[in-house]
């Protein structure tokens, strides 16, 4: 009896000083938080420049663009000739591409004869425009794009930006699945994770998603477009709408596509969020984690999604990173932002293929609720081991944490 005793006192006593060990080891690697930068206001020198139109194009839209009711300018070769303004010699060996709001092309008798004219709606709704390019596919772009009205015509005024709007905008549906909800865990190793790693609070849905769409407007003021990535692609894709039990959204830009001068644009007080955590480097594992300074604090990781060429195939993938300094890469077949869908009335990009990315990373059983308690973030299916960035690394510029 006294045997099995000391046996039992002994097991659980290496038990004790393993986790102990382990506990002080993860500890002396894990980085401090950091105090944040003091803020600034931003001089706008990375914001998208706006155009002022020259004589000569103004004088070319008032001669060769005459409507009776207000239209936007969407052809493509038009906007391009405006932005280099080269008006005085403008090709127009075709029919102009205008868009008209449905209603006013409903009661109009005017002859388009030499106009090609698409109709759009805007619904009050939603944060975006909708045109109808054939019976079955839709252009949908936001509403708060910059133009300006000459001679009955909105012209915009930051056109490579709006031709990138217009060039993303091929509208894809969500799913709109109904799900059995999966519980939360139970049992010992669950009370004694949620005990020493309390579980954060879900988001509020619809106010996470305005979130989402204001961070959306500011990164597009420095041309960066943001696509959904992880749960909030899931939860768009297989319920249009914000998985119930989530506890923050994810978004992703190409690294290529990816402006340093927005990383400063979120220390100043111009910004509607503040940066609560930036991991890795702007060329390996970058991601930053951004919470808005008024309402819920719904945390927003945004992942630069790297390229690379491997057999001569193009593959994509964002980083993921340990406290101790051990790097994942989610690895993704070549990637195709270019769509648009809709999330409760707001425009966010989305791949073309979102089963096929959604598959790769969950599986086949993608369709299955799983609790966001159940899930362990470097355990996907499309994860790999990258690396690891070494103690004074993490200590000085690949893990900061702000208080």
């Known amino acids: 009896m006294f045997h099995s005793f000391r046996r039992v006192f002994v097991y659980f ?3 004790f000083l393993l986790i102990f060990s382990f506990i002080s080891w993860k500890k002396s690697w894990t980085p401090e938080l950091k105090q944040r930068r003091p803020l600034t206001y931003y001089s706008g020198n990375g914001f998208v420049r706006t155009m002022i139109l020259s004589d000569n194009c103004e004088k070319w839209i008032q001669n060769s663009i ?4 207000p239209a936007l300018l969407v052809d493509q070769n038009i906007l391009q ?15 102009i591409k205008v868009a008209v709001e449905a209603e006013s092309l409903a009661s109009s008798k005017f002859d388009f004869e030499n106009f090609e004219v698409l109709k759009f709606y805007n619904h009050t709704d939603k944060d975006y425009l909708v045109f109808e390019m054939s019976s ?5 772009i936001p509403k708060n794009f910059r133009y300006k009205i000459s001679n009955n015509l909105k012209v915009p005024t930051q056109i490579p930006l709006f031709l990138d709007l217009w060039n993303r ?8 699945m109904t799900l059995r909800r999966d519980s939360t865990k139970k049992g010992l190793y669950s009370m004694l994770r949620n005990f020493f790693l309390p579980p954060r609070k879900p988001i509020p849905a619809l106010e996470s998603v305005r979130t989402l769409a204001k961070l ?13 990535n992880g749960g909030t692609f899931l939860g768009w894709y297989r319920e249009c709408s914000v998985i119930p039990h989530t506890t923050d959204m994810d978004i992703a830009v190409f690294a290529e596509n990816w402006n340093p001068q927005f990383s400063e644009f979120m220390w100043t007080h111009n910004s509607s969020f ?5 991991l890795g480097l702007v060329n390996d594992s970058y991601e930053l984690t951004l919470v808005p300074k008024i309402g819920f604090e719904t945390p927003v990781d945004v992942f630069l999604m790297y390229k690379e060429i491997e057999n001569g195939k193009e593959n994509r993938w964002v980083g993921g990173l340990t406290t101790t300094g051990i790097k994942y890469k989610y690895m993704y077949p070549e990637h195709d932002p270019w769509c648009a869908g809709d999330l409760m009335g707001h425009l966010f990009w ?19 609720d799983e609790n966001s308690s159940k899930y362990i973030w470097n355990a996907a299916q499309n994860a790999v081991e990258n690396g690891r960035f070494s103690r004074e690394q993490m200590k000085t510029e690949t893990y900061n944490e702000y208080v």
């Open 13 to 15: 006593g290496l038990c």
């Open 66 to 69: 005459r409507l009776p009711i």
């Open 81 to 95: 000739q405006l932005q280099l303004n080269i008006c005085d010699k403008m090709r127009t060996d075709h029919k």
């Open 136 to 140: 079955q596919n839709k252009t949908i």
């Open 169 to 176: 905008g091929n509208f894809v549906n969500c799913r709109n």
């Open 216 to 228: 959306r407007d500011e990164m597009l003021k420095f041309g960066i477009f943001p696509f959904l």
């Open 274 to 278: 503040r940066v609560k955590r930036q």
């Open 350 to 368: 989305v791949a073309c293929t979102p089963e096929d990315k959604i598959q790769k990373e969950y599986g086949s059983t993608w369709y299955l």
